[in-house]
């Protein structure tokens, strides 16, 4: 859980800090249009700092770290994230200054939203497996007395 609080925290952080670049590069350079750097600090607080805060109100209940899937999410997601917010401050900062962006920008964004598909997929099997598990375990309760048995953390 330790790891997933974290993330949020620096998702929290690097959102804060790149609205302020947004703020101030765009104040210093009299730039008035659109720029990736208007959106960047939302994307990091939305897929950083509200995923993850969510992410550990599941690991509470469901004990997702537990899953094998979990490492392979957890990973992928953060390289999913690091190349997309990345390459969006280049390309909005490239905007900013008045430079174009050409297929070296397009190229590897498109990665990193490729990477950031496959995480969710990782996430959602981690989910799945342990919703299936928390669903057999309850069907097993005893049934007369109310009881239900306390879900496993499994390998």
Known sequence: MKKLYYSAVIYTVLGLLSGLFYR??????DFTGDTQLSVL?????????????IAIALERVLHLSSGRFFNAFFWTYHAGMILT???MT???TMTVLGKTAGPAISGPAGLGHILLTLALVFFFLCLHNRVRLDLTYCAAGDRESGQLKALPRVQ
């Open 24 to 29: 101030e590069l765009t104040k210093a350079q």
């Open 41 to 53: 600090h939302t994307h990091l607080l939305t897929l950083g700092t509200l995923f993850f805060l």
């Open 85 to 87: 917010t990345g390459i």
């Open 90 to 92: 280049v390309h909005g």
